[in-house]
């Protein structure tokens, strides 16, 4: 019989994927269909606000999408500036504390500057910790942390790399959901994804709506997590929620 799993995950990471195929079948630029997807954003936090999701991590834009069309990049640029003067104010009113994670050295100074001032602005917000990875990669994650503790002399350990991450501000996720029907991590979180349970959704990012959200929850309520146990032991020992959570929180 499986644990039962919390009405909802404590963490959600979405691969928001398809917004370029949504935009090709309407024979729109592919920029369309990421302006779709930001919308298709704003519904999902308020989603995970509405259900009581504690932190929602989305990848935005990879370490590799750097490689696209130049005028696809420069769109997906200017749709981050515009979405934060656009999106941020109704963030800010609705509790919501926002991380952006990522290298940020090779966006403009002026987004820089964006960024650092839409954290600052809801840093003392606590209904929904909203992380957007952003100029992202799991390898890029690993290696930043593996330096940091290179250069201040530290072992590198499990734990003193779950530190050096540039998640260490959250408990790993509960759910990882990929939309767009791709069976792929795309170099998303590779260290934090350990024990995540997986889902995949043939919805296109700008079509994932509640429902898709809630489907996604349900099917992670039917699994049983095992952190490497095995399933008598967990029913033995009446192993609750709260114990799995903590067995898959970071150590502090
Ligand atoms: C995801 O949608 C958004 C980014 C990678 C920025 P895609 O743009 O990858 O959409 P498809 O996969 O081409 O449909
Ligand atoms: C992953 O999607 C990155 C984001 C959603 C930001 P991609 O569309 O870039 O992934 P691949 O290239 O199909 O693996
Ligand atoms: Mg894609």
């Known amino acids: 019989m499986a644990t039962t799993q919390p009405i909802v995950p404590h963490h959600v990471a979405i691969v ?10 309407r024979f729109l630029p592919r920029v369309a269909g990421h302006k779709q997807g930001v919308d298709s954003l704003s519904r999902c936090v308020q989603a995970c606000i509405d259900r009581g999701i504690a932190v929602l991590t989305v990848f935005a834009f990879s370490s590799e999408n750097w490689n696209r069309p130049s005028e696809e990049v420069s769109g997906l640029m ?37 960024l650092a001032q839409a954290e600052l602005g809801t840093s003392a917000n606590q209904r929904l910790v909203f992380n957007v990875c952003f100029n992202y990669g799991g390898r890029w994650d690993i290696a930043q942390a593996a330096q940091k503790l290179v250069d201040s002399g530290q072992a590198i350990t499990e734990m003193s790399m779950d530190r050096a991450m540039a998640l260490a501000h959250v408990p790993d996720p509960d759910l990882l959901i990929r939309t767009g029907g791709e069976l792929r991590i795309s170099n998303f979180l590779l260290w934090q994804a350990a024990y995540s ?25 039917s699994r049983e997590r095992r952190f490497g146990k095995t399933s008598a032991q967990l029913n033995s020992q009446g192993n609750t929620q709260q114990e799995a959570d903590a067995q898959n929180m970071k150590a502090a």
């Open 16 to 25: 928001m994927d398809g917004n370029g195929r949504w935009a090709t079948k």
């Open 78 to 114: 200017e749709l981050l500036a515009l979405s934060l003067s656009r999106e941020v104010p109704s963030l800010k009113a609705n509790g919501v504390r926002l991380h952006f994670v990522g290298d940020r050295q090779r966006l403009s100074e002026k987004v820089q500057a964006g």
């Open 197 to 221: 349970e997986l889902h995949f959704s043939d919805k296109l990012w700008p079509d994932f709506d509640a429902a898709a959200l809630d489907e996604a929850i349900a099917v992670f309520r």
